[in-house]
Structures are given as structure tokens and as C-alpha cells.
């Protein structure tokens, strides 16, 4: 259960990260590339 909710957030912060300014984009997104593999293990 607790798995799902984490997809979850990993996901509205995906969305989140989107709507930030280009230059904004590039720390956030090294964030949840580092927590996917995490998520998939």
C-alpha cells in the first residue's frame, strides 16, 4: 500500500516538475530518475 502511494507522489511530482520554468526542470527531474529504479525494485 504504501508502494502505491509513493507512485502516486512520484507521479503529481512529475506533473509539478513539468509546469516549472526549463531552466527549474533539471534538479527535480535528477531526483525522480535517482527514485524510479527504486519505485521498479
Given at each position: 500500500m504504501t508502494l502505491?502511494?509513493?507512485c502516486i507522489i512520484?507521479?503529481?511530482?512529475?506533473?509539478?516538475?513539468?509546469?516549472?520554468?526549463?531552466?527549474?526542470?533539471?534538479?527535480p527531474a535528477v531526483i525522480l530518475l535517482i527514485a524510479a529504479p527504486i519505485l521498479i525494485v
Open positions: 502505491l502511494w509513493v512520484r507521479v503529481f511530482s512529475s506533473v509539478a516538475r513539468a509546469m516549472l520554468p526549463m531552466r527549474l526542470q533539471f534538479i
